[in-house]
T-cell receptor, first 114, second 115 residues
Framework: DVKVTQSSRYLVKRTGEKVFLECVQD?????MFWYRQDPGLGLRLIYF???????EKGDIPEGYSVSREKKERFSLILESASTNQTSMYLC?????????????FGPGTRLLVL | AQSVAQPEDQVNVAEGNPLTVKCTYS??????LFWYVQYPNRGLQFLLK??????LVKGSYGFEAEFNKSQTSFHLKKPSALVSDSALYFC?????????????FGDGTTLTVKP
């Protein structure tokens, strides 16, 4: 079974702090993704990566950056956290870039910015 | 452009009754369609997908979905609901020439199954 893990289930940070969210997958998947989930808005893509050191902006990249130095690890960085970044963050991966690929999701990190 | 709509925020059914969670989509080419389920405080889990072939797709936990091209729909169904099916359900779509990252998700439908 594919396993996608996220470094924290819950985080509380203060406005202006730099926040790191880490995601690790154990199945040698090429693609990795970061989404945020907000009630009534579904899942919105922040960034995704299709290879090491490669990244592409999703629908809502503003205020976020990402890093993928190793194939199995994809980090989401909030350079200066703001209260409107309070949300549930979900990481996902797929084996390849084919459109029929199933996405495998981590358990999520619930971030509260005070 | 691709889009997906889940017209119902909430679906309530009694245990043992059939359930339907609705999804409609819009793509410019051939669609790839997915259903995921999210239990409280968990990530999304894959249920089933339609890529090509039979319009009726069977998935995990007794769920199935019917692809209807003329109505651009992909409704999720189960003949007999269980209380444990209570969860948040997401429909997602990709166009055939879209990178796997470019899924569009619906807003989600909360299914509540009452004993």
């Amino acid at each position: 079974d594919v396993k996608v893990t996220q470094s924290s289930r819950y985080l509380v940070k203060r406005t202006g702090e730099k926040v790191f969210l880490e995601c690790v997958q154990d199945m040698d998947h090429e693609n990795m993704f970061w989404y945020r989930q907000d009630p009534g808005l579904g899942l919105r893509l922040i960034y995704f990566s299709y290879d090491v050191k490669m990244k592409e902006k999703g629908d809502i990249p503003e205020g976020y950056s990402v890093s993928r130095e190793k194939k199995e690890r994809f980090s989401l960085i909030l350079e200066s956290a703001s209260t409107n970044q309070t949300s549930m963050y979900l990481c996902a991966s797929t084996m390849t870039s084919g459109p029929g690929e199933t996405q495998y999701f981590g358990p999520g990190t619930r971030l509260l910015v005070l | 452009a691709q889009s997906v709509a889940q017209p119902e925020d909430q679906v309530n059914v009694a245990e043992g009754n059939p359930l339907t969670v609705k999804c409609t989509y819009s793509v410019s080419g051939n669609p790839y369609l997915f259903w995921y389920v999210q239990y409280p405080n968990r990530g999304l889990q894959f249920l089933l997908k339609y890529i090509t072939g039979d319009n009726l797709v069977k998935g995990s936990y007794g769920f199935e979905a019917e692809f209807n091209k003329s109505q651009t729909s992909f409704h999720l169904k189960k003949p007999s609901a269980l209380v444990s099916d209570s969860a948040l359900y997401f429909c997602a779509v990709r166009d055939y020439n879209t990178n796997a990252g470019k899924s569009t998700f619906g807003d989600g439908t909360t299914l509540t199954v009452k004993p």
